[in-house]
């Protein structure tokens, strides 16, 4: 069942002469890890801000074609009943946090939505423990790390129970271990509550393991859009630039040199393993 999809989108931000994306289509079923990636400036961020109403009830601009988001038409709901479906973690985590503490900064949505102090009080200690930082609640967050900074953001959207958590590089000022443990924090609330997640990252090596569908973009359009294995694998994303994972490039260069590995395109360095000991043992 599709819970977010465009139809025939462009969009040209105020002042601008060239449409940032152009002719956007795409669909993205319930309970999918999708990976939105591209060149910089390719216009991922942007198709992000469409999903949750900053585009077209914040950023004026122009907005051609249909945005449609838990059944939700984004161009005729306000970005408040929208929050209640969709929420957007922010590539930078000092944009999103402002309270003097971490539960306070997580309650901060429910309270705008009115919600009653109990079962407020119920959603924040959930989204808490789920993101990890329940020893944190009493802290200030800008005395956290970024790792720490993050999954507070993501619990702050979390406490809204959105069927959908669209993430913009969330991990773009982490080191790899830092950004690891985020984007397995994703893929379990993916896999375990069955959250949609759209997720626009260029660190493919450390995420594409996780996507059950990746939509590839360039100069606004998308050039690409489905199976992670087939798009990885092919010669058009390769000469886009984009990060392919290493496990991905060493397997089409030994399939090149002749190695007889089964027809799997690896997305990991566990996938590539597993590759390589099937072939050893069966010779």
């Not at 929208?82 to 971490?102: D, I, R, W, Y």
């Not at 994703?186 to 069955?194: A, E, K, P």
């Not at 606004?220 to 694998?233: A, T």
């Amino acid at each position: 069942m599709e819970i977010i999809g465009t139809a025939n989108l462009s969009y040209t931000y105020p002042g601008g002469t060239n449409q940032s994306i152009s002719d956007v289509s795409i669909s993205i079923e319930k309970g999918e890890f999708t990976l939105i990636t591209g060149p910089s400036g390719c216009g991922k961020t942007t198709l992000c801000r469409c999903f949750n109403g900053l585009i077209p009830h914040f950023y004026e601009g122009e907005m051609k074609g249909k945005v449609t988001v838990a059944g939700l038409n984004v161009s005729e709901h306000s970005t408040s009943e929208l929050a209640k479906h969709v929420g957007l973690v922010f590539q930078n985590p000092e944009n999103q946090l402002f309270a003097l503490s971490v539960e306070k900064d997580v309650a901060f949505g429910l309270e705008n939505l009115g919600v009653p102090r109990e079962e407020m009080r119920k959603s924040v200690d959930w989204a808490l423990q789920l993101a990890g930082i329940t020893d944190l609640r009493e802290r200030p967050p800008h005395e956290l790390s970024g790792g720490q900074q993050q999954r507070v953001a993501i619990a702050s959207v979390l406490a809204m129970k959105p069927q959908v958590i669209v993430l913009d590089e969330p991990t773009s000022f982490l080191d790899p271990l830092s950004a690891q443990k985020i984007f397995e924090v994703i893929h379990q609330l993916n896999r375990d509550l069955g959250i949609t997640v759209v997720l626009v990252e260029h660190r493919l090596d450390l995420t594409a393991k996780y996507a059950d569908h990746i939509i590839l973009m360039d100069k606004g359009k998308v050039l690409l859009d489905g199976n992670p294995r087939v798009i990885l694998g092919s010669e058009e994303t390769r000469l886009v630039g984009v990060g392919i994972p290493k496990a991905t490039r060493l397997y089409e260069m030994l399939v090149r040199d002749g190695a007889k590995l089964r027809d799997a395109v690896p997305l990991s360095s566990d996938e590539m393993a597993d590759l390589i000991e099937e072939a050893l043992k069966s010779g």
